[in-house]
């Protein structure tokens, strides 16, 4: 569901009252009801929330960590954006409800991929390639697509998996179709030695292949037009001023930013590869980090023995990761308690069937 999708199902919003809260009290009350609840309350926090709320969270990671980590909990109150929202519901069983704190919690790049556009492409797709092309969505997708590309053969990816979920994909099919984001496509294929020129960019405005190629027939890997508007704001100007200011610093970022920034940086990975390389990285070492700011700043905050720095200095946070904030988290709670919920996330089995093989086929390949 797109952002404006969400605002126009009517979803209920926050009452006013929230906003007018002191923090300390917000805090007592979500506490008090996750006492009372215990384990029928599951808060997952994605990497990227603010402090305000991750604090409260009874599991934290990146996405796929998170969707691996579902327990049998009747209310799982999701704090990250809502298409994890909906891969939780996927997972979960149907008597256990999946809360969304705020609807308008969407993801750009998720919504740059609609059902509409991806049959089209599929259509032109099959008219050039014939039954050779496998397609494979990013988790950060709706589970309509997820649906697509479960019923053509398929599987999610995410950055932490990408890698292994690619070398499966080549065993299936000749070609690769990615969706719905161009740089996390390009940077695995090249990671597995597949030549930037064998790659070519699907544009769903345009309804085209765009390729400088005069054979396309040569093309493994089509990467649909589609970017994270976080990770795009690191440049390769960003790396070359870090390197002339200092040349100690080691830089890592996000496989979602573009080539030539990963290409440049000293390490690339998903979100868990970044903490897990600074938790391990030696006293005194310096790094710039490209990736969500809510994580980086507390990244920074976690070691004060190591120098780190966000790659872009001017970057701000995933301003759709941060809807969730304490006022949001605690009316989802207390609409729980009332037996009213509000901002349920119910994925129609139609297209949960198939959603799920893709998201099966993902768990599978671990
Ligand atoms: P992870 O798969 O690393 O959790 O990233 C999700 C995301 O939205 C990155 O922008
Ligand atoms: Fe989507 Fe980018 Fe925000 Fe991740 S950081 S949720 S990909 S907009």
């Not at 008090?32 to 990497?47: E, Q």
């Not at 940077?187 to 400088?212: F, K, Q, R």
């Not at 709670?333 to 089995?349: N, S």
Request: aromatic fraction near 6%; charged fraction near 25%.
């Amino acid at each position: 569901m797109s952002i404006l999708d969400a605002l126009l199902v009517g979803s209920a919003m926050m009452p006013e009252r929230y906003k007018q809260l002191g923090v300390e009290e917000m805090e007592r009350r979500v506490r008090d009801i996750k006492l009372k609840f215990g384990s029928r309350l599951l808060i997952p926090g994605h990497h990227y929330q603010k402090d305000e709320v991750i604090q409260f969270a009874d599991i934290t990671g990146d996405s796929l960590q998170l969707a691996q980590q579902i327990t049998d909990a009747e209310y799982i109150v999701f704090c990250g954006v809502h298409f994890m929202a909906e891969t939780a519901d996927m997972l979960s069983a149907p008597s256990q409800t999946v809360v969304l704190p705020d609807m308008r919690a969407g993801c750009s790049m998720a919504d740059m991929a609609n059902m509409q556009q991806t049959e089209a492409a599929w259509e032109r797709l099959q008219a050039i390639y014939g039954d050779t092309i496998i397609p494979l969505t990013y988790v950060n997708s709706s589970a309509e697509i997820k649906a697509f590309v479960g019923r053509h053969g398929g599987a999610t990816v995410t950055s932490s998996n990408a890698k292994g979920v690619l070398e499966w994909a080549f065993k299936q099919k000749e070609r690769i179709l990615f969706l719905p984001d161009q740089h996390l496509g390009r940077n695995t294929a090249y990671e597995l030695g597949i030549p930037l020129h064998d790659m070519a960019v699907w544009d769903p405005e345009g309804n085209e292949l765009v390729t400088d190629r005069e054979n396309v027939q040569g093309i493994q890997v089509i990467l649909w037009k589609g970017h994270c508007s976080v990770h795009e704001k690191f440049t390769v100007d960003n790396i070359r001023s870090i390197r002339e200011r200092d040349s100690e610093v080691q830089i890592i970022v996000h496989p979602e930013c573009s080539r030539e920034v990963v290409e440049l940086s000293d390490y690339a990975g998903s979100t868990k590869y970044i903490i897990d390389t600074i938790n391990a990285a030696a006293s005194g070492t310096k790094w710039a980090i490209g990736t969500e700011m809510n994580l980086v700043n507390r990244i920074i905050h976690t070691h004060s023995d190591k120098q780190i720095e966000s790659l872009n200095p001017h970057m701000c946070p995933c301003l759709t990761m941060n809807r969730i904030d304490l006022p949001h988290l605690l009316w989802s709670l207390e609409q729980i308690e009332a037996g009213k919920p509000v901002g349920v996330i119910t994925v129609p089995d139609s297209i949960k069937v198939d959603a799920i093989k893709a998201l099966d086929r993902m768990l599978n390949i671990q």
